[in-house]
């Protein structure tokens, strides 16, 4: 059975640091396409990065790109989200996903994707 928990989230003020992590398992192969995502009360879910097995292709929504940076390690089925120059904006519960593609520049998971239960990220300004 394949199970993902999230860690890290955390109340920060704006312009503060946080280190998400994500421990996968339950898979006999290396998931292609890992992904976080994140959503607010009332907005659709918005995919924040993804990256592909090996590490080395990562793709970044507009909004985080130069302060959020997505990284796995295969040696312990991690997935990680380093989060940093948070802003108010940058609020939301935040989800990690096996199962994820990029459609018309933006991150999607895709219909057989595995999700987490979340993790809360606020930042206050």
Not at 36 to 63: C, L, M, N
Not at 99 to 117: E, L, M, R
């Amino acid at each position: 059975q394949v199970q993902l928990v999230e860690s890290g989230g955390g109340s920060v003020q704006a312009g503060g640091s946080l280190r998400l992590s994500c421990a996968v398992s339950g898979y006999n192969y290396r998931p292609y396409c890992m992904g976080w995502f994140r959503q607010t009360p009332g907005k659709e879910r918005e995919g924040v990065a993804a990256i592909y097995d090996g590490g080395s292709s990562t793709h970044y929504a507009d909004s985080v790109k130069s302060r959020f940076t997505i990284s796995r390690d295969n040696t312990k089925n991690t997935l990680y989200l380093e989060l940093n120059s948070l802003k108010p904006e940058d609020t939301a519960m935040y989800y990690c996903a096996t199962g994820c593609t990029v459609v018309f520049g933006k991150i999607v998971g895709t219909s057989f994707a595995y999700w987490g239960q979340g993790t809360q990220v606020t930042v206050s300004s």
